[in-house]
Structure formats: structure tokens, C-alpha cells
């Protein structure tokens, strides 16, 4: 999953089959060809909704004016709104 954080940066947002995260989704900043941790715990077991909803929220603070917190990638072929903090 990728939210776009207000045309500030991307998250990506990944679960490992194994590691330290023991599969449990950990969240990443994209920075061009690199990525950063994001020292974020992620509940196990979120629905793909629930998911979205938690990581927008965890980065409301950064939402600049009208422009929204989105999702770059779908699951399904309707597109879904903008999450608005």
C-alpha cells in the first residue's frame, strides 16, 4: 500500500515474510530509490481499510490545506476517495 501525505512524501506500507518485524506491516518513506523506517508499530491483523485509516492517521498532522492524504495504489478496480484529515 502507498499514501501519498499531502504531495509531501510517499509512505509504503509493506509486511515481511519474516525478519525482525515478524510479519507484522512496517512502514516506509520513499525517498527516490531509497526508503527510511518509519519507527511506526503497526497493529497485526488490520483489515486493508482499517490499515489505510490507521497510517493516514498517524501522518494527519503532516496534511497541508486542501490537499488530502490519498492512496496511490488500489486493490480494487473502484477508486476510493480521499482520506480527509
Known sequence: ??????SLFVVSV???NGGCSKGRPI???EDGDK???????IPNGLTDSALETFVADKFSSF????RPIRRL???TPTSRP???M
Do not use: F, K, N, Y
Not at 35 to 41: E, I, R
Not at 63 to 66: L, P
Open 1 to 6: 500500500m502507498r499514501l501519498d501525505i499531502s
Open 14 to 16: 509493506v509486511t515481511p
Open 27 to 29: 512502514a516506509l518513506i
Open 35 to 41: 526508503w527510511c523506517l518509519v519507527d511506526l508499530l
Open 63 to 66: 496534511v497541508v490545506g486542501t
Open 73 to 75: 495504489d488500489t486493490t
Open 82 to 84: 480521499p482520506i480527509e
